[in-house]
């Protein structure tokens, strides 16, 4: 009854449309009056100690740094690298949004900023080059998925302060799950493209691909400089996220001086917008992760999982499954506040490694950005490239069924991420 009362009230609340934030707060009083603990006061300390937490410092500064990347002229510089360095080959954009979308992943640990970015840079380049815009389209959208795999990733931070697990090790664990997605969706594009007539361009001359990448390595410093940081425990996250925000800065007004003074308060009141959202998001899911404690619903969620516990690759299935139906109707924000506290528990008793289950549960998550029906990164994608919501959805599906793919086959072989985890951090 406890579990119906909270999942019903938080649906119930998100069919009348009332935003996933209030849906949340809604469902937490409703699981108090259930419990007879209703407490306005209880209520508003969960509220308030939910978004008071150092490492969840790290969520605004990436995120100002993404926003100050993508004005500065970081994310432009990139791209033209990796066009001047696969640009030529056959399908060759297709490679280079492959390759953009990995490095600026390192960059700003956000799908949205990612996907909207390759979107205006690089969809006009590929339609003109003769590619259908829907696979365009599904391909830019299916590599923003990348962002919040790759350190350093919003989503990571948020995973961690929830599981109380290392962001760190999350971090370093992350690394080469995320370079697998973006070697699936190379193969899936290399399979897709081998049967158009499109002619690359020229391939560019040493000296053009050596001058692309001096324009790009002031942005390309940024992810060595916070992973070696990290690995050599020069700063915390939430310090990197400080360092990265900084640098970008830096090198925007500074060195690049695409980013004029004048810009800046725009830039800064955008980066605050979304950071108060996804703040306000975090702290009303305390308050019902609270009461998920105090219900013990993990023990009845465990009761219900118990023909698998023992089992750690069928259990891992079950659950991957479950964060996948979810993630076609939830953001990626929510349904790690609301599910984390559900599943950590089970995990543990489980005996799986929580830096493991994060990273595939963050993937999971990310992949959630574009399945439909909410898909962000695919009204995103839309919106920038002014598609139909229905050709970028299209246009996804043979990327994200290799998304999945590479997920599963992390479920079925956990070594592909404890394996560099354990060597990333020693």
Known sequence: ??????????????????????????????????????????????VIGGADSFPLLAVPFFM??????????????????????????????????????????????SAVADAAALTALLLPMMVSAGHDKARAGGLIAATGVIGPVIPPSIGLVIFGVAANVSISKLFLAAIVPG?????????????????????????KAPAEVFGAFRKALWALM???????????GVFTPTEAAVVAATYALFVSTVVYRELHW?????????????????????AAAMVSAWLITVADLPSKVVGLLEPVMDNKILLMLAIMVLVMIVGTAMDMTPTILILTPVLMPIVKAAGIDPVYFGVLFIINNSIGLVTPPVGTVLNVVAGVGKMKMDDVTRGVVPFMLAEFAVMFLMVLFPSLVTGPARFFHG
């Not at 066009?83 to 992943?105: E, F």
């Not at 493209?193 to 499109?198: D, G």
């Not at 917008?273 to 306000?280: E, G, N, Y």
Request: net charge positive; charged share 10%; hydrophobic share 60%.
């Open 1 to 46: 009854m406890t579990i119906l009362v909270f999942v019903g009230s938080l649906l119930l609340a998100m069919a009348m449309g009332i935003p996933i934030a209030f849906s949340l707060l809604a469902s937490g009083v409703a699981l108090m009056w259930h419990l007879d603990l209703f407490d306005a006061q209880i209520l508003a300390q969960n």
């Open 179 to 203: 370079l697998l997605i973006g070697g699936a969706l190379w193969l899936t594009w290399a399979w897709l493209v081998r049967r158009e007539k499109i002619v690359p361009p020229p391939r």
């Open 222 to 232: 940024l992810p060595v400089i916070i992973l070696v940081g990290l690995r050599m």
């Open 262 to 282: 004048k810009d800046l308060y725009a830039v800064f009141v955008s980066a605050a917008k979304t950071s108060a959202i996804v703040m306000f998001l975090i």
């Open 64 to 109: 100002l740094a993404g926003e100050i990347m993508n004005a500065g002229g970081l994310s432009k510089r990139i791209v033209g690298f990796a066009l001047a360095l696969v640009g030529h080959v056959k399908g060759g954009l297709g490679y280079v949004t492959i390759m953009a979308g990995c490095l600026l992943s390192a960059l700003s640990g």
